[in-house]
Nanobody, 128 residues
Framework: QVQLVESGGGLVQTGGSLRVSCAAS????????MGWFRQAPGKEREFVAV????????EYGDSVKGRFTISRDDAKNTVYLHMNSLKPEDTAVYYC?????????????????????WGQGTQVTVSS
């Protein structure tokens, strides 16, 4: 089992920056690909970013490319999402997820169904 707890959400103005964190506990964090997804009211859950085990590969959703950066610190069992140039359309609940498949160091799934563990989410609101 893996337990995930997000933090760092909040209210920020358009063009601002924010970093959300996800602390993991349980089975070995370093063997998991870690993903971030988001869900706005009335919309489907959307892929934001993923980082493979060993951080050899990262992928981003088209709407956040060039603005968001995912990183991980295996010593702290934590994955981060650094968000810059925020827009009102980035407003959503942001969820951290862990893929429990123990895949290759380049395994970086972009579909929610690939993930086995989810956090409770943290709200990010971008004001115009």
């Amino acid at each position: 089992q893996v337990q995930l707890v997000e933090s760092g959400g909040g209210l920020v103005q358009t063009g601002g920056s924010l970093r959300v964190s996800c602390a993991a506990s349980g089975r070995s964090f370093s063997s998991n690909a870690m993903g971030w997804f988001r869900q706005a009211p009335g919309k489907e859950r959307e892929f934001v970013a993923v980082i493979s085990r060993s951080a050899l590969r990262t992928e981003y959703g088209d709407s956040v490319k060039g603005r968001f950066t995912i990183s991980r610190d295996d010593a702290k069992n934590t994955v981060y999402l650094h968000m810059n140039s925020l827009k009102p359309e980035d407003t959503a609940v942001y969820y951290c997820s862990a893929d429990g498949s123990n895949g290759t160091p380049w395994h970086a799934p972009q579909f929610a169904t690939a993930y086995d563990y989810w956090g409770q989410g943290t709200q990010v609101t971008v004001s115009s």
